[in-house]
């Protein structure tokens, strides 16, 4: 069956550092994909998707590419804050049901 | 803010006691989701809703039922309590069908079993 595969954590980095999480999916066709955020003690929150290959989606300064032939969609972010520390998920959306990877935990230090 | 208002935030409860979770939208969402959230699995599908009185089951049903009779309301059912039901329950809108529709969280109700 369909699944989501991404790095796992926690990851931990400097303030202003780069920033790159890994996700990969098995699918058959073309499911859209999306990264959702979590904050201590709150919901997710969509972060942002894409719809289709070659497709890129960004938000605050976060971006990620729909890669087909890879079956990727690696999170990046150029420069990370301490705001920034939370818990990401990978997802794919098959017939209405969204399919989340494990979960990133991601530390960012002043 | 998606307008998902989860009760009660935070439960704890005894084995073998039956338990409901609500959640509560005013969105008018047609779709709404039951997850639970567990160290190590991600978020799991309980069980889910596309209209009044329509509901199917997901990957980890068992031990939980649903109602929803009005658009709004969404209530989960733990029959009967156990220990492997502890975790972080949420609930999810989605406005309509289709693959490239995100869904949008409650903030969760933790619940205990001891």
């Known amino acids: 069956g369909d699944s989501v595969t991404q790095m796992e954590g926690p990851v931990t980095l400097s303030e202003e550092a780069f920033l790159t999480i890994n996700c990969t999916y098995t699918a058959t066709g073309y499911p859209s994909l999306f990264w959702y955020v979590q904050y201590p003690g709150e919901g997710l929150q969509l972060l942002l998707k894409?719809?289709?290959?070659?497709d890129k989606g960004s938000n605050k300064g976060f971006e990620a590419t729909y890669r087909k032939e890879t079956t990727s969609f690696h999170l990046e972010k150029g420069s990370v804050q301490v705001s920034d520390s939370a818990v990401y998920f990978c997802a794919l959306n098959r017939d209405d049901k969204i399919i989340f990877g494990k979960g990133t935990r991601l530390h960012i230090l002043p | 803010d998606a307008g998902i208002t989860q009760s009660p935030r935070h439960k704890v409860t005894e084995t073998g006691t039956p338990v409901t979770l609500r959640c509560h939208q005013t969105?008018?969402?047609?779709?709404m989701y039951w997850y639970r959230q567990d160290p190590g699995h991600g978020l799991r599908l309980i069980h889910y809703?596309?209209?009044?009185?329509?509901?199917d089951k997901g990957e980890v049903s068992d031990g939980y039922s649903v109602s929803r009779s009005k658009t709004e309301d969404f209530l989960l059912t733990l029959e009967s309590a156990t220990s492997s039901q502890t975790s972080v329950y949420f609930c999810?809108?989605?406005?309509?069908?289709?693959?490239?529709?995100?869904?949008?969280f409650g903030d969760g109700t933790r619940l205990s079993i001891l």
């Open positions: 969105e008018n969402h047609r779709y």
């Open positions: 809703s596309y209209g009044v009185k329509d509901t």
């Open positions: 999810a809108i989605s406005l309509d069908r289709g693959s490239n529709q995100p869904q949008h």
């Open positions: 894409a719809t289709k290959a070659d």
